[in-house]
């Protein structure tokens, strides 16, 4: 057995049967297509940011080791860059903000790796990364071919995509391709907090706007080799403009942002507060004390405290708003 705990930002010590790194894209295809791949109980994990261990995993883990990238084309203002799924997210970004590469500089500082990044179509500061996705590349896991997803295949959503739910554990991303831009970038800086970090009249540039995002992400959440976490535990719920109303006119303080797709987006953080979690430890299982959508582990939780504290919290949040919570973070097993 092999512990898991450097292999998970929520530091959860668990064993797993074994731990693998997979070289190459050839490597993965011919342990599928060898039925060597299936028979070891895989599970796939990237930089372990997005996932809680509840228990001992019998089975194999498997990590990407490829980490190269290329570009696959170019034309007026616009590259396509082809990134392999082990290289990690943030080193991606620094890449191309150092290279004048724009489009995901408001994506500055998200753990974890390239190849987990279309499965919950990461977002943060008013940018979601499925704005920047030209194709996903990946293995059938049953037959260890290639299969390519263009965008509109891989039905991104809020938090969600094809890969997150329909495909999870069908097949291994193995790289992906972003769009960005080479001049003429269009800069996000809607998000408040990103303009007000940036100061009035301030040159605003790849690099300013991935330094200010990279500064309020180290004020608001805890870093992981610190406390353990694995960032919001549950989504943002998405209501419809009649629940909203209802709600809104029992509690008029309750912030609120419309997604530009007909629903209202509350903060799951507020709901949470307001049922008094915040800065709750029981053990070493805890709410976070400045940001309530994040669970931590102090040191010594286990994976089963964790998703206990979730599960009351679903409740108590579910008995005092009628909302039922829906958790981001993948729980293994499920
Ligand atoms: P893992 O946790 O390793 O895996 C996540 C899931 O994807 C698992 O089900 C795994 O089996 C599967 N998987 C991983 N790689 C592959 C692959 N190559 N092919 C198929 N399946 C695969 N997320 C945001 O969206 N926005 C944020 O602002 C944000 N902030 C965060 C802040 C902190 C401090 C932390 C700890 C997390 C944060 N997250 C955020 C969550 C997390 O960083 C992202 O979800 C990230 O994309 C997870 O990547 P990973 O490589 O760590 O995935
Ligand atoms: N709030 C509270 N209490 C808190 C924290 C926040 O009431 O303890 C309320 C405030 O009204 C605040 C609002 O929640 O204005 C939004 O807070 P914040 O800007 O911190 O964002 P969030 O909704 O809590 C989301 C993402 C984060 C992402 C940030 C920034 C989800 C589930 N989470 O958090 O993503 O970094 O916005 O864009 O959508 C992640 O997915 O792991 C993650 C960290």
Request: proline share 3%.
């Amino acid at each position: 057995m092999k512990s898991l705990r450097e292999y998970n930002t929520f530091g959860i010590e668990a064993q797993a049967g074994n731990i693998c790194n997979i070289s190459s894209v050839e490597e993965l295809r011919e342990l599928v297509k060898s039925g060597a791949f299936a028979r070891s109980g895989p599970l796939i994990l990237g930089g372990g940011s997005n996932i809680l261990f509840t228990g001992n995993y019998a089975g194999t883990v498997y990590r990407a080791g490829f980490k190269e990238s290329r570009i696959a084309g170019s034309s007026g203002n616009e590259v396509c860059i082809e990134c392999d799924a082990g290289l990690e997210w943030d080193r991606f970004v620094e890449f191309c903000v150092s290279n004048n590469y724009g489009g995901i500089e408001n994506l500055s500082y998200i753990p974890g790796s390239v190849g987990a990044s279309p499965i919950q179509n990461i977002g943060a500061y008013g940018a979601e990364i499925c704005s920047n996705i030209e194709q996903v590349n990946a293995v059938d896991l049953e037959s260890g071919e290639m299969l390519s997803f263009s965008k509109s295949e891989c039905l991104f959503a809020y938090r969600s995509s094809i890969f997150k739910y329909q495909l999870k554990g069908k097949v291994f991303i193995s790289s992906v391709v972003f769009s960005l831009t080479t001049r003429e970038h269009k800069f996000n800086t809607s998000y408040g907090q990103v303009s007000e970090r940036l100061g009035p009249g301030a040159e605003i540039n790849l690099r300013n706007i991935r330094d200010a995002i990279i500064s309020i992400r180290k004020e608001k959440l805890p870093e992981p080799s610190e406390i353990g976490n694995a960032g919001s535990f549950f989504k943002n719920p998405l209501l419809s403009e009649e629940d909203f109303s209802r709600l809104q006119k029992e509690y008029e303080d309750l912030p609120f942002f419309a997604d530009g797709k007909g629903y209202i987006k509350i903060p799951a953080a507020w709901l949470i507060e307001q049922c008094k979690w915040k800065g709750y430890r029981q053990g070493d299982a805890g709410v976070h004390k400045n940001q309530a959508l994040v669970l931590v582990n102090y040191g010594s939780a286990t994976g089963l405290e964790i998703l206990q504290l979730s599960e009351q919290i679903i409740d108590s949040v579910y008995s005092k708003f009628g909302i039922m919570l829906e958790r981001e973070v993948n729980v293994i097993p499920w």
